[in-house]
Protein backbone atom coordinates (compact mmCIF):
# COMPACT_ATOMS: atom_id res chain seq x y z
CA UNK A 1 0.00 0.00 0.00
CA UNK A 2 1.29 3.57 -1.10
CA UNK A 3 -0.55 5.05 2.21
CA UNK A 4 -3.45 7.57 2.84
CA UNK A 5 -3.20 10.78 1.17
CA UNK A 6 -6.51 13.16 -0.06
CA UNK A 7 -7.99 12.79 -3.47
CA UNK A 8 -9.24 15.32 -5.14
CA UNK A 9 -12.36 16.06 -6.85
CA UNK A 10 -14.03 13.69 -3.79
CA UNK A 11 -15.65 15.18 -1.08
CA UNK A 12 -17.10 12.29 0.04
CA UNK A 13 -15.48 13.60 3.88
CA UNK A 14 -17.97 16.63 3.57
CA UNK A 15 -21.20 14.80 4.25
CA UNK A 16 -21.56 15.47 7.11
CA UNK A 17 -25.21 14.40 7.68
CA UNK A 18 -24.98 13.77 11.16
CA UNK A 19 -27.84 10.75 10.78
CA UNK A 20 -25.18 8.41 9.08
CA UNK A 21 -22.29 9.65 11.58
CA UNK A 22 -24.20 7.98 15.23
CA UNK A 23 -21.33 8.01 16.94
CA UNK A 24 -20.27 11.93 16.92
CA UNK A 25 -20.43 12.26 20.90
CA UNK A 26 -18.33 9.91 21.52
CA UNK A 27 -14.90 12.06 20.44
CA UNK A 28 -16.08 15.26 19.61
CA UNK A 29 -16.14 17.55 22.68
CA UNK A 30 -19.88 19.59 23.19
CA UNK A 31 -18.06 22.48 21.54
CA UNK A 32 -16.97 20.66 18.63
CA UNK A 33 -20.31 19.10 18.79
CA UNK A 34 -22.18 22.51 18.08
CA UNK A 35 -19.48 23.45 15.74
CA UNK A 36 -20.15 20.39 13.79
CA UNK A 37 -23.93 20.68 13.52
CA UNK A 38 -23.27 24.55 12.65
CA UNK A 39 -21.98 23.51 9.08
CA UNK A 40 -24.22 20.95 7.92
CA UNK A 41 -26.64 22.20 5.38
CA UNK A 42 -29.76 21.21 5.04
CA UNK A 43 -28.71 18.67 2.46
CA UNK A 44 -26.42 16.95 4.83
CA UNK A 45 -23.28 18.94 2.93
CA UNK A 46 -21.42 20.81 4.53
CA UNK A 47 -21.98 24.34 4.00
CA UNK A 48 -18.94 25.13 3.35
CA UNK A 49 -18.65 22.65 0.43
CA UNK A 50 -18.69 23.81 -3.39
CA UNK A 51 -20.78 20.91 -4.92
CA UNK A 52 -19.50 21.88 -8.46
CA UNK A 53 -16.13 22.50 -7.98
CA UNK A 54 -15.54 19.76 -5.20
CA UNK A 55 -13.76 21.69 -2.79
CA UNK A 56 -13.59 23.46 0.78
CA UNK A 57 -14.18 27.07 0.52
CA UNK A 58 -12.33 27.51 4.90
CA UNK A 59 -9.64 24.95 3.48
CA UNK A 60 -6.88 26.82 5.32
CA UNK A 61 -8.92 27.21 8.55
CA UNK A 62 -11.28 24.13 8.69
CA UNK A 63 -12.02 22.80 12.14
CA UNK A 64 -9.63 20.09 13.31
CA UNK A 65 -12.10 17.27 12.85
CA UNK A 66 -11.81 18.04 9.24
CA UNK A 67 -7.90 17.33 9.45
CA UNK A 68 -6.10 14.45 8.75
CA UNK A 69 -2.69 14.62 11.40
CA UNK A 70 -1.03 12.28 13.57
CA UNK A 71 -2.14 15.07 16.41
CA UNK A 72 -6.15 14.87 15.22
CA UNK A 73 -6.13 11.05 15.63
CA UNK A 74 -4.29 11.40 18.45
CA UNK A 75 -6.07 14.11 20.32
CA UNK A 76 -9.53 13.87 18.67
CA UNK A 77 -9.64 10.17 18.11
CA UNK A 78 -7.37 8.32 20.83
CA UNK A 79 -5.90 6.55 17.83
CA UNK A 80 -2.11 5.77 17.73
CA UNK A 81 -0.82 8.30 15.34
CA UNK A 82 1.71 5.41 13.67
CA UNK A 83 -1.60 3.92 12.62
CA UNK A 84 -2.43 7.22 10.61
CA UNK A 85 -2.38 6.11 7.35
CA UNK A 86 -4.30 2.48 7.78
CA UNK A 87 -7.06 4.53 9.58
CA UNK A 88 -7.45 7.07 6.93
CA UNK A 89 -7.51 4.82 4.06
CA UNK A 90 -10.28 2.96 6.19
CA UNK A 91 -12.80 6.17 7.44
CA UNK A 92 -12.37 6.79 3.45
CA UNK A 93 -13.49 3.78 1.92
CA UNK A 94 -16.33 4.23 4.16
CA UNK A 95 -17.18 7.42 3.25
CA UNK A 96 -16.62 6.79 0.18
CA UNK A 97 -19.18 4.02 -0.23
CA UNK A 98 -21.45 5.58 1.62
CA UNK A 99 -21.65 8.78 -0.44
CA UNK A 100 -20.34 8.09 -3.84
CA UNK A 101 -20.95 4.20 -3.70
CA UNK A 102 -18.20 1.10 -3.86
CA UNK A 103 -18.21 0.88 -7.69
CA UNK A 104 -18.07 4.28 -8.03
CA UNK A 105 -15.09 6.37 -10.37
CA UNK A 106 -14.14 8.09 -6.81
CA UNK A 107 -13.58 4.87 -5.41
CA UNK A 108 -11.47 3.39 -8.44
CA UNK A 109 -9.31 6.58 -8.21
CA UNK A 110 -9.05 6.70 -4.15
CA UNK A 111 -7.63 3.01 -4.50
CA UNK A 112 -5.70 3.65 -7.49
CA UNK A 113 -4.02 6.82 -5.46
CA UNK A 114 -3.56 4.65 -2.49
CA UNK A 115 -2.41 1.68 -3.74
CA UNK A 116 -5.91 -0.51 -2.99
CA UNK A 117 -7.63 -3.07 -5.11
CA UNK A 118 -9.64 -0.98 -7.71
CA UNK A 119 -13.22 -2.27 -7.24
CA UNK A 120 -14.95 -3.90 -10.25
CA UNK A 121 -10.93 -4.17 -11.88
Known sequence: MQGWHCVQN??????????ERPFLAEYLSPGLLRLYHSLVGDDGWCVHFDKSRRT?????????????????????????????????????REHIDSVWGAQSPERRRFEQEV????PGA
Open 10 to 19: CGACCYLAPE
Open 56 to 92: CGIYQTRPAFCRVTPEVLRDLYGEDPADLSAWAVHCC
Open 115 to 118: GGAV
